[in-house]
């Protein structure tokens, strides 16, 4: 009875939704970062503290070669930090935390099986099946929901929670320790991705996906997005550079930070002044920093709001829209695996019979980016087209303060807390406990 209690408050905001306009703050914050200068010097730190900003989509690509930062030491924060932005990013992230939650699961659809993205995915052999799918990204989402809970130290300048500093090291060197691994299966034998005595694992919806390569066909997506520019098209693991490059983390860091700053009334996110979103960018540029990004390849490093928007929609374009074509059956598996995963760690183990994985497809690529799937609605049961109205309006739901509230909540003590609690035994609210633990790779 507990997942039809959830549909039904999820049902209830849904119909009190309204919508809004971003509204503009009284004043907006100077540029964060300077013009982007390949030959600009800041090894004296001192002369300035804004950072240069990040290099050109167009320049991206030279990422591809150069591997994340490494980290010999405990993190450090970057000398542009800006404790005042932080706050107001954290701030932004809690007031909408279903919204950027959910904003990276309608990405998903185009990163899991992003070509860059697979490989990496497949080597560490933990997005097998929808449970091991779910544990790794609940892993990572409770460590993203410790980074924006943990604010500022008031005993010092400038200088963020011990539990996120911890977090960001840990993190960066387990991205390390897979990079390794991948290079090591890259030239020996490999596991299997897939565990034969497991028939879970097999999971693949071939009418569903077939059916979906028809409604891309036939969308209405320039020609020149629908493949991969030709040093994603012809990358081999084998021949290029890393598989956790800086390429490949600038993806991941707009896939989790950006998506409410290029789309936010797609998220419900309709009340937000200019300040919200410059200090919610900031807060990512802080985490990417924290991952291992070069400023050059940090998208959170952004002169203004418009020049970041323009930004990533060059990023959305170039880089994620091919997915939706180029897709292949390994990374359509795992992009179910992790669906079935994330609505069964919400309403229960066969809660995907009522929020399959069609739906959540048609929430992330019609509803979301705006491609009609009608192909992929008409395979929709009758129960399931009975919540599909209802759904695509959630995130309008979240334009209002009381439903917003109300959700959020939800989402913290159903899919946080308890899901923590069954599939990793730890507590969320413990940020010690998330910081040290709170991992699967």
Not at 114 to 134: A, F, M
Not at 206 to 231: E, G, I, L, T
Not at 378 to 403: D, E, K, M, N, W
Request: include cysteine; hydrophobic fraction near 40%; aromatic fraction near 12%.
């Amino acid at each position: 009875m507990e997942r039809f209690r959830v549909l039904t408050i999820i049902l209830l905001c849904s119909v009190a939704s309204g919508h809004g306009q971003n509204r503009r703050s009284r004043y907006v914050k100077e540029a964060q970062c300077e013009t982007w200068d390949p030959n600009r010097d800041i090894s004296n730190k001192l002369d300035s503290y804004t950072p240069s900003c990040a290099a050109p989509v167009s320049l991206l690509e030279s990422g591809l070669y150069v591997p994340i930062a490494p980290l010999d030491d405990d993190y450090k924060l970057p000398y542009w930090f800006n404790s005042t932005l932080w706050n107001i990013g954290q701030k932004f992230a809690q007031k909408n935390i279903f919204s950027v939650f959910l904003s990276p699961i309608a990405g998903a659809s185009m990163f899991i099986t992003n070509k860059l993205k697979e490989p990496v995915v497949i080597g560490t052999g933990k997005s097998g099946t929808p449970h091991t799918s779910n544990v790794r990204y609940l892993a990572t989402m409770l460590q993203m929901k410790s980074w924006f809970e943990q604010g500022v130290k008031a005993s010092s300048k400038g200088q963020i929670s011990d539990h996120i500093i911890k977090s960001l090291t840990k993190v960066r060197r387990i991205h390390r320790a897979v990079n390794r691994l991948n290079a090591s299966m890259l030239y020996g034998d490999s596991p299997p991705y897939l565990d034969p005595h497991n028939t879970e694992a097999f999971t693949y919806d071939a009418a569903m996906w077939d059916a979906f390569q028809k409604d891309m066909d036939a969308s209405n997506v320039p020609q020149q997005y629908r493949d991969y520019p030709d040093h994603v098209k012809y990358y081999s693991p084998k021949t290029a550079g890393p598989t956790m490059n800086q390429l490949l983390f600038s993806l991941v860091q707009w896939a989790c930070g950006s998506i409410p700053i290029l789309m936010p009334e797609r998220f419900g996110i309709s009340d937000a002044t200019e300040e919200d979103l410059l200090g919610y960018m900031h807060l990512w540029a802080v985490l990417g920093n924290g991952l291992g990004i070069e400023d050059r390849y940090n998208v959170g490093l952004q002169p203004s709001l418009s020049a970041a928007k323009k930004h990533y929609q060059d990023i959305f374009n170039i880089y994620f829209l091919p997915t939706l074509f180029q897709a292949k059956p390994d990374g359509q598996r795992m992009l179910e695996h992790f669906y079935r995963g994330f609505v069964r760690n919400l309403l229960g183990q066969t809660g995907d019979s009522i929020i399959s994985v069609h739906q959540i497809l048609l929430l992330s690529i019609e509803d979301t980016i705006g491609i009609p799937c009608p192909r992929v609605k008409a395979q929709l049961g009758i129960v399931q087209r009975a919540f599909r109205v209802p759904l695509s309006y959630v995130t309008q739901a979240l334009g209002r303060q009381t439903p917003r509230t109300i959700i959020n909540e939800l989402i913290k003590r159903r899919y946080f807390i308890s899901g923590a609690k069954r599939f990793l035994n730890l507590n969320a609210n413990d940020p010690a406990e998330i910081a040290e633990k709170s991992y699967y790779f």
